[in-house]
């Protein structure tokens, strides 16, 4: 495939260097000097005027030599004075003749013997004429052919591109599948969906082995419909399934289907089944399929369009009258709420696997895999990282460890430490710090007032999660944030849990209201999620004693060429009793963190401080200080504790450039070894190379051991490891 986009490349640049070059050559030999053109009638005039002595006509030009001349004889027409164009060959030269005709003198004969007294003679003024007169120059006559050869050999490598090299119409009715003859991927790269692997195992059996069922009157599913979260891994499945099948895939998104013409779309599917059945057995993956899989008469104007059309030819070829044997389609979408019944129905996709967000034993195991190619410090926990992890996709741990890798390499280490991984999990929650943002002192203590209610909040409530990090450095949209941990990797929720943790998001505005005795925009984003649970709680998740256990469909997603013409399902009494109903939750968690930190204003001033001064706190810290240790005694241990940490990074530093340079001697040995034995070099010299190596390595170690001496030493009581494993994980608060 590729080499043919290459081979085209190549013949489009070819013929576009062959129009450039006929247009240099035309240009170059029809190029004329402005200065010196005449046009006919000016001739004429010149000749009447007997101010032509020569002419010289060639190809429809008539080049000029003029009676006043300094031309030489023999540099003419290469050299002339005037030229001029013309249209009849005969014309012109009729009329040359005629005027030297005019111009001739008849000779004397004497009467009586006849003989000439006096010769024949042409006056002053005779123009001497030469040229070619049908014939042009070989450029002008091979022009218009060779134009009509490019011409030709263009439409028909044009024609050639459009038709995808075969005779069956132009390219926009064929399939846009690409083919993997074989793909590499396979089971043991997917990690943290051992259960859906096991689902999509008895296909990898029936394509290798199909006699195995059909003996038993067994069908293996026609189809299988992935369904998922973004970044759960549902195309690196179908492509695990290719690899250990080891047959052709066909991979294709729902998008390449529906085109600009009508009926192109399902021109596809049928061009795509008919490839598919030619290297049967074989797997046909379509990527979000829900681009053209949603509900037949959805649309705004109608049900007759150019998708629901590429629908139905997907339906008739799935489960028509005709027969796929050894075709099994694949399919991922993350909206199966919107596919056409007849889609998902038995027969068509038989199977749905629905590929969940990793646990944390998933967690581990995906960790393990991208950081195969990764150099990974002692340091590093991975049982400790998939803990941090929580809520994480099997895409979020690869982007978090490539953003990890990133920084390591920005710091020029060749090792990935436990601080890279942990601000690479900052970065995929919140965004890179904007420590260059300008921030003025009051905006600083407003954050720092506000995340300090967060924080203390969270910690005071038994069923939050627990704090692992309070900054008021700018990150992404938030101006500050509180990270917590769930210990527990929860998937359910308590109603308890969810009203503590309303009351933990308002904690920040809370907070506002004690210190400073007014309120900022800065809980937005608090009241809007906070809002979002409460309601939740009330119309769906049936925790409010008014309504009991009724749902009244808040929680479904909207598809709106569905959904656009029906309404509610309940009275707007009712409505507005939902609104009441949440208003009630909100108000008393709002209540209950009034109450919380109205005791607790000394550590909101204690925590502000260290924040104002600090920037960033982190768990360990901020248990000590709710724990009553002083300011002063905590910003200490949060000193120490900075010195260590950069003290780790130094060290990690200067291991990764003497591991460099060892690894560049052990290269320049290794070398100079293959030069002695392929004769190049002699023992002796060898020898030398390696004293010279020896003596290098010694001074470096030398001036290492002097720079270490010569650094301050830490305090004795610091911990150098202090932190490494105290990491934020779940992003419960973004302050705008």
């Given at each position: 495939m590729v080499a043919k986009k290459n081979n085209n490349k190549r013949t489009l640049l070819v013929i576009l260097s062959v129009l450039l070059l006929v247009v240099l050559i035309y240009s170059i030999y029809a190029v004329n000097k402005t200065d010196k053109r005449i046009d006919y009638t000016k001739f004429t005039e010149m000749v009447q005027n007997e101010q032509v002595s020569e002419v010289y006509i060639n190809d429809y030009i008539i080049y000029i030599k003029t009676s006043d001349s300094k031309i030489k004889e023999e540099d003419f027409p290469s050299k002339y004075d005037y030229y001029c164009s013309y249209m009849n060959n005969e014309v012109v030269i009729t009329f040359i003749e005629e005027y030297n005709q005019s111009l001739w003198v008849e000779p004397v004969v004497d009467g009586t013997t006849g003989e000439i007294v006096e010769a024949g003679y042409y006056k002053d003024g005779y123009i001497k004429y030469d040229g070619k007169w049908d014939t042009g120059s070989w450029i002008e006559t091979a022009l218009p052919w060779i134009s009509l050869v490019i011409l030709i050999v263009l439409g028909f490598v044009i024609y050639r591109s459009m038709s995808g090299g075969g005779n069956k119409g132009f390219s926009f009715s064929r399939s846009k599948a690409k083919l993997v003859v074989s793909s590499k991927i396979r089971f043991s790269d997917v990690a943290g969906a051992e259960e859906e692997k096991q689902e999509l195992e008895e296909l990898v059996q029936f394509l290798k082995n199909p006699q195995q069922?059909?003996?038993?009157?067994?069908?293996?599913?026609?189809?299988?419909?992935?369904?998922?979260?973004?970044?759960?891994?549902?195309?690196?499945?179908?492509?695990?399934?290719?690899?250990?099948?080891?047959?052709?895939?066909?991979?294709?998104?729902?998008?390449?289907?529906?085109?600009?013409?009508?009926?192109?779309?399902?021109?596809?599917?049928?061009?795509?089944f008919a490839q598919a059945k030619s290297n049967a057995p074989c797997l046909v993956f379509i990527d979000e399929i829900d681009a053209v899989g949603r509900q037949r008469g959805a649309g705004m104007g109608g049900g007759n369009d150019e998708r629901e059309q590429t629908l139905n030819q997907l339906l008739v070829e799935m489960d028509g009258f005709e027969t796929n044997s050894g075709v099994i389609i694949l399919a991922a979408t993350n909206r199966a709420d919107i596919l056409d019944p007849a889609l998902t129905r038995p027969g068509r996709f038989d199977r749905q696997v629905y590929?969940?967000?990793?646990?944390?034993?998933?967690?581990?195991?995906?960790?393990?895999?991208?950081?195969?190619?990764?150099?990974?410090?002692?340091?590093?926990?991975?049982?400790?990282?998939?803990?941090?992890?929580?809520?994480?996709?099997?895409?979020?741990?690869?982007?978090?460890?490539?953003?990890?890798?990133?920084?390591?390499?920005?710091?020029?280490?060749?090792?990935?430490?436990?601080?890279?991984i942990q601000e690479g999990i900052n970065k995929v929650l919140m965004g890179p710090k904007k420590k260059s943002r300008l921030v003025t002192e009051d905006d600083k203590?407003?954050?720092?007032?506000?995340?300090?209610?967060?924080?203390?909040?969270?910690?005071?409530?038994?069923?939050?999660?627990?704090?692992?990090?309070?900054?008021?450095?700018?990150?992404?949209?938030?101006?500050?944030?509180?990270?917590?941990?769930?210990?527990?990797?929860?998937?359910?929720?308590?109603?308890?849990?969810?009203?503590?943790?309303?009351?933990?998001?308002?904690?920040?505005?809370?907070?506002?209201?004690?210190?400073?005795?007014?309120?900022?925009?800065?809980?937005?984003?608090?009241?809007?999620?906070?809002?979002?649970?409460?309601?939740?709680?009330?119309?769906?998740?049936?925790?409010?004693?008014?309504?009991?256990?009724?749902?009244?469909?808040?929680?479904?997603?909207?598809?709106?060429?569905?959904?656009?013409?029906?309404?509610?399902?309940?009275?707007?009494?009712?409505?507005?009793?939902?609104?009441?109903?949440t208003k009630k939750i909100i108000d008393e968690a709002h209540n209950c963190a009034i109450a919380i930190l109205s005791e607790k204003k000394g550590l909101i001033e204690n925590l502000q401080q260290i924040l104002l001064d600090k920037e960033t706190i982190y768990h360990e810290e901020f248990k000590l200080l709710y724990n009553g240790m002083s300011v002063e005694e905590v910003t200490k241990i949060m000193t120490e504790n900075e010195l260590a940490k950069q003290k780790y990074q130094e060290e990690a530093r200067k291991s990764a450039l003497e591991e460099r340079k060892n690894k560049e001697i052990n290269s320049l040995l290794e070398t100079a070894e293959a030069s002695l034995r392929v004769g190049l070099i002699s023992e002796k010299d060898l020898e030398n190379i390696k004293q010279e190596l020896a003596k290098k390595q010694d001074s470096k170690q030398s001036e290492q051991a002097k720079a270490s001496s010569e650094k301050t030493p830490l305090p004795s009581n610091s911990d150098e490891n202090k932190n490494l494993e105290d990491k934020p994980v779940d992003n419960n608060d973004k302050k705008d």
């Open positions: 069922f059909t003996d038993l009157g067994a069908r293996i599913p026609k189809g299988v419909l992935l369904v998922g979260p973004p970044g759960t891994g549902k195309t690196l499945l179908a492509k695990a399934v290719a690899g250990e099948a080891k047959v052709p895939f066909f991979s294709i998104s729902g998008s390449d289907f529906v085109e600009l013409y009508v009926g192109v779309g399902a021109s596809r599917v049928r061009d795509l590929v969940n967000v990793p646990d944390v034993k998933g967690r581990e195991d995906i960790i393990k895999i991208h950081s195969r190619n990764k150099p990974l410090s002692d340091d590093v926990d991975v049982k400790r990282i998939a803990r941090l992890t929580s809520g994480f996709a099997g895409a979020d741990i690869e982007n978090m460890l490539n953003e990890a890798a990133l920084l390591a390499a920005r710091d020029k280490r060749v090792k990935i430490t436990m601080v890279d203590k407003i954050t720092a007032i506000h995340e300090s209610g967060h924080a203390i909040i969270a910690h005071a409530l038994p069923n939050c999660d627990s704090v692992q990090e309070i900054s008021i450095i700018p990150r992404g949209h938030a101006g500050g944030y509180t990270l917590t941990l769930d210990e527990q990797d929860r998937t359910h929720m308590t109603k308890q849990k969810l009203l503590d943790t309303i009351t933990m998001m308002l904690g920040g505005r809370a907070a506002e209201e004690i210190m400073l005795n007014d309120i900022t925009t800065g809980a937005s984003n608090d009241i809007e999620r906070a809002t979002k649970i409460a309601r939740r709680m009330v119309a769906e998740w049936g925790m409010s004693e008014r309504f009991g256990l009724v749902s009244y469909g808040e929680g479904n997603q909207i598809f709106v060429g569905r959904d656009y013409q029906q309404t509610k399902g309940y009275s707007e009494d009712i409505a507005s009793s939902i609104d009441e109903e």
